[in-house]
């Protein structure tokens, strides 16, 4: 292990770990990753069973 090299968790590109975008190699890949991130959960509780739903339909 020599930690000279990290993979950015956005594109795979190496990135220094003193980086301030760290472990991304920069602003555009940590938001990258934040938006697919959002994204995912929102299609989690997207996919809410129909049980729940019919809670608020019976006002
Ligand atoms: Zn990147």
């Not at 990290?6 to 472990?23: T, Y």
């Amino acid at each position: 292990m020599s930690g000279s090299g990290f993979r950015c968790l956005g594109c795979g590109k190496l990135v220094r770990r003193r980086a301030s975008d760290f472990p991304f190699c920069g602003e555009r890949c940590r938001l990258l990753d934040l938006a697919n991130w959002a994204s995912e959960r929102y299609a989690i509780s997207s996919s809410l069973p129909s049980s729940e739903v019919g809670l608020s339909d019976e006002e």
